[in-house]
């Protein structure tokens, strides 16, 4: 593409950011891709990285590679802090402004505190690689700490592993632990028993996965009692500390807190002054873009919007998707000439989640499933959602090797202790 042709400057290489570029293939336009990390990541087995089941490398990929073949794309590896829209200007942190035509803003979420930002080095989130590597860790070392813990109250807390938040993170994080503890790890140790660790997935709501029917939400917290999880619903958590937590006003000395209850959108809202909900998600308009900014548009979990239930759109992967597509579709339909394109309409296609060994819920809508065979369906949307056939392929072995030996091959304990214990004071 020539110099003159428009400028689409995507911000965020995610499942948004990427199908926008996917779906420009052949367009007459230059695109330049900015992300803050040089990979896209594969966020919905991010909890298998924290548990030790799967490697960062299989669920991560160089975006610069991913677009190698594309002329039209040419990738950066910056961190986007400003946009200046009356000049049409991106502004990176090292103070290098990149001029667009159009602009796609696709910069995701993070996990939220509730105002209690002072919890997160107690109780990190889930988000990024270095998150599930900072929870693996934490998780692992608690192990390797109780081993050689002689006084019986510390060694407790140190096998006592905190989830808050019952929402698909956290159910998938508590029955992975709780199955790590119970059949991966019991041979490995000599002084203590993992099958009596004790895992807590504590909720402020009434039910785990309140985003699925009542009776699949039932069947999940049955499912995670028999995995040996403690679920406590209805207690919202008031205090998270180096010694553990206070929930429904019981205090709980636990070693390994984890944060899955909240997220906050990026700072695109911020960056335009735009209209925002309480999590910080722009209010674009029915075609996707920022309101007042027609050459903006900005999708997936930074963005909120009706659905056709007049429910908010949900923020997962598909949703991102179909957003990145459309948007992908109007910059084409404009390039044509075209001035008015119907509204973007959003298909729900099914909300999956994973409890543990070949324990999953599905509602499709229309059917809903459990138990085993909805695990196969999880387990083969996701292998198929991965990028490239070896990540496929080495993925569907690690799970193998779980389901049929119980080893979690990724138990690796990288950074220090040290720098755990500093990064904890
Ligand atoms: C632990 C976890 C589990 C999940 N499980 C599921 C699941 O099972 N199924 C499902 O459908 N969804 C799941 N989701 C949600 C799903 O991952 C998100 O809805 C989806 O990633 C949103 O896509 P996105 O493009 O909006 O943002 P993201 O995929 O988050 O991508 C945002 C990109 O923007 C970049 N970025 C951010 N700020 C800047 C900046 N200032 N400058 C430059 N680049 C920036 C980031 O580096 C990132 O690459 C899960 C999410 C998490 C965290």
Same mark, same amino acid.
Request: aromatic fraction near 10%; charged fraction near 20%; hydrophobic fraction near 45%.
């Given at each position: 593409m020539g110099e003159a042709s428009p400028h689409v400057v995507v911000v965020g290489?995610?499942?948004?950011?990427? #199908? *926008?570029?996917? @779906?420009?293939?052949?367009?007459?336009?230059?695109?330049?891709?900015?992300?803050?990390?040089?990979? =896209?990541?594969?966020?919905?087995?991010?909890?298998?990285?924290?548990?030790a089941s799967l490697a960062a490398s299989e669920i991560a990929w160089p975006i610069r590679h991913l677009f190698s073949k594309r002329r039209d794309v040419t990738t950066w590896l910056a961190t986007v802090d400003a946009i200046d829209a009356k000049t049409r200007q991106v502004f990176l942190d090292d103070g290098t402004a990149l001029a667009y035509d159009t602009l796609v803003l696709a910069t995701g979420a993070r996990h939220a505190y509730f105002? =209690?930002?002072d919890w997160e080095i107690f109780a990190p989130g889930l988000k990024t +690689? #270095?998150?599930?590597?900072?929870?693996?860790?934490?998780?692992?070392?608690?192990?390797? &700490?109780?081993? &050689?813990e002689e006084k019986k109250a510390q060694q407790a807390a140190l096998l006592t592993f905190v989830i808050i938040g019952a929402g698909p993170t956290g159910v998938e994080l508590a029955g992975t632990i709780a199955e790590l503890a119970r059949a991966t790890l019991p041979r490995d140790f000599r002084t203590i028993d993992t099958r009596k660790a004790r895992i807590l997935l504590i909720e402020a709501g009434p039910r785990v996965l309140p985003g699925f029917p009542e009776d699949l939400s039932a069947y999940a917290k049955n499912a995670l009692e028999r995995l040996g999880v403690e679920v406590s619903l209805g207690t919202p958590v008031s205090e998270c500390t180096a010694e553990g937590v206070v929930y429904g006003g019981k205090s709980l000395p636990a070693a390994t807190i984890i944060w899955a209850a909240g997220v906050h959108a990026s700072s695109a809202a911020k960056w335009l002054d735009a209209p925002a909900d309480g999590a910080g @998600?722009?209010? /674009?308009?029915?075609?996707? *873009?920022?309101?007042? =900014?027609?050459e903006i548009f900005a999708i997936g979990d930074?963005?909120?919007?009706?659905?056709?239930?007049? @429910?908010? /759109?949900?923020?997962?992967?598909?949703?991102?998707?179909? #957003?990145?597509?459309?948007?992908?579709?109007?910059?084409?339909?404009?390039?044509?000439g075209e001035t008015s394109t119907p509204p973007f309409r959003y298909r729900h296609a099914g909300s999956l989640a994973t409890i543990g060994k070949r324990l999953a819920v599905i509602d499709f809508g229309w059917i809903k499933l459990r138990g085993a065979i909805?695990?196969?369906?999880?387990?083969?949307?996701?292998?198929?959602?991965?990028?490239?056939?070896?990540? &496929? +392929?080495?993925?569907?072995?690690?799970?193998?090797?779980?389901?049929?030996?119980d080893q979690r091959g990724s138990r690796l304990i990288t950074q220090s202790a040290a720098a755990d214990a500093e990064r904890r004071r």
């Open positions: 290489g995610g499942f948004g950011g990427l #199908e *926008t570029v996917g @779906r420009l293939a052949g367009a007459p336009v230059r695109i330049t891709l900015v992300d803050a990390r040089n990979y =896209h990541l594969f966020q919905p087995l991010l909890y298998q990285v924290a548990t105002g =209690h930002d +690689l #270095e998150d599930a590597t900072t929870l693996r860790r934490r998780i692992l070392l608690a192990f390797e &700490r109780a081993e &050689r @998600r722009i209010k /674009v308009e029915a075609d996707l *873009t920022v309101p007042g =900014h027609p930074t963005v909120t919007i009706p659905g056709p239930d007049g @429910r908010p /759109v949900p923020g997962i992967a598909p949703a991102a998707k179909q #957003e990145g597509a459309y948007v992908a579709a109007v910059i084409r339909a404009r390039l044509r909805a695990w196969w369906i999880w387990g083969l949307a996701h292998i198929y959602f991965l990028i490239g056939v070896r990540n &496929r +392929l080495m993925v569907a072995l690690s799970w193998l090797w779980i389901h049929t030996r």
